[in-house]
T-cell receptor
Framework: KQEVTQIPAALSVPEGENLVLNCSFTDSAIYNLQWFRQDPGKGLTSLLLIQSSQREQTSGRLNASLDKSSGRSTLYIAASQPGDSATYLCAVSGTASKLTFGTGTRLQVTL | DAGITQSPRHKVTETGTPVTLRCHQTENHRYMYWYRQDPGHGLRLIHYSYGVKDTDKGEVSDGYSVSRSKTEDFLLTLESATSSQTSVYFC??????????FGSGTRLTVV
């Protein structure tokens, strides 16, 4: 059974700081890995999708990497802003395109 | 989210009553999913569908049933609601099993 772990569970940083969120998974037989953002009381917004054959994806200030063999992914956020405050979820896709989620990292960016 | 609507947004129901949640999409996507989100557990897959009348169980399917008689609608039924089914329920759609769009969620309270 696939298990996804995200560390840290919560993180508070001052505005402008660069930060890294970590995700690990136990079964390397994945089709892709995705990072989502969830604001309080809201649904999930897709940030980045990395196919199993790729090593990284970038979108604006966000960069996600994937090391499938070691079962790890990182989400790098550059020059953090208060608007980045949210919960970030990592999910891996296995058979039948089903996603297995981690429990998330709750990020707060302070002024 | 554009293209996917969940109803109702909030519901309070009594233990032992049946409850049906609706997910409606306008994207004509093949795959539809129901997840539940609970503190400490992240999102867990309840049931999913890979076409009209084609459904299968997820990780936490006990006590739930689903139906998909049309491409655009995926219904989740709690046959006899229990307090352990108090949760936030999310529907998701995907055309190809790669990119996902999530609904805004239904907050269900069983008293």
């Amino acid at each position: 059974k696939q298990e996804v772990t995200q560390i840290p569970a919560a993180l508070s940083v001052p505005e402008g700081e660069n930060l890294v969120l970590n995700c690990s998974f136990t079964d390397s037989a994945i089709y892709n890995l995705q990072w989502f953002r969830q604001d309080p009381g809201k649904g999930l917004t897709s940030l980045l999708l990395i196919q199993s054959s790729q090593r990284e994806q970038t979108s604006g200030r966000l960069n996600a990497s994937l090391d499938k063999s070691s079962g790890r992914s990182t989400l790098y956020i550059a020059a953090s802003q208060p608007g980045d405050s949210a919960t970030y979820l990592c999910a891996v896709s296995g058979t039948a395109s089903k996603l297995t989620f981690g429990t998330g990292t709750r990020l707060q960016v302070t002024l | 989210d554009a293209g996917i609507t969940q109803s109702p947004r909030h519901k309070v129901t009594e233990t032992g009553t049946p409850v049906t949640l609706r997910c409606h999409q306008t994207e004509n996507h093949r795959y539809m999913y129901w997840y539940r989100q609970d503190p400490g557990h992240g999102l867990r897959l309840i049931h999913y569908s890979y076409g009209v009348k084609d459904t299968d169980k997820g990780e936490v399917s006990d006590g739930y049933s689903v139906s998909r008689s049309k491409t655009e609608d995926f219904l989740l039924t709690l046959e006899s609601a229990t307090s352990s089914q108090t949760s936030v329920y999310f529907c998701a759609i995907s055309e190809d099993g790669y990119g996902y769009t999530f609904g805004s969620g239904t907050r269900l309270t069983v008293v």
